[in-house]
């Protein structure tokens, strides 16, 4: 009997246990989510993600792009955001390379992609996401920003980026905590900063993942005076 893994698989594209061993911080619910706005956002055009590490919501966001014959942009440096560099709270060892005197998680984004069958649709970009954006040009169905959490780093990803999403595409904004005690606030600020521009429609969150849909052209946002 084929089991409900398999089945999920077949219907989806989700490989469970390669999700399960691909490093990351990002929640089952929280990457259902993205799979699922990503289903939506690639018929509209193609997806980017800042912050990719070692691939863990790429597989969700490739496999939805895949789907729809789409391309997944993954932006990342590679050489890991602050709280991740040796000595802090998120340092990983494996992601460290001797050789370089740095982090470098492309060799394992890359065994990722392999192993979940993506190499066609999804394109890595090795880059600090201002210098990826400087001349981009390409109208985008959904951004996902998950990179550095610093305020300067999450402003740069929302002023970098929200230009390109198209009309009824998505802005998806990880580690949102709205109370201070439980993590920084600097995603918080810019889902704000969205959320107060008049430009995007706030959806419902999945824990800490925030989903905003820009505003068609010729559409009124529901709290605009005199609608
Ligand atoms: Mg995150």
Redesign the pocket.
Known sequence: MMEWIDVEKQCTGLDEKLIDRTKG??DKDEGLRLYQIGLEASRLGPCLEI?SYCGKSTLYLGAACRKNNSTLFAVDHHTGSEEQQPGEGYFDPETYDIRQGRMDTFPLFRNTIIDGGLENTVVPIISRSEVAARHWATPLGMVFI?GGHTFAAAYTDYNSWIGHILPGGYLLI??IFKNPDEGGQAPHYIFKLAAASGLFQVLSMTKTLGVLRRIECGELPEDLPGV
């Open positions: 911080f990002l912050g998950d990880h580690d």
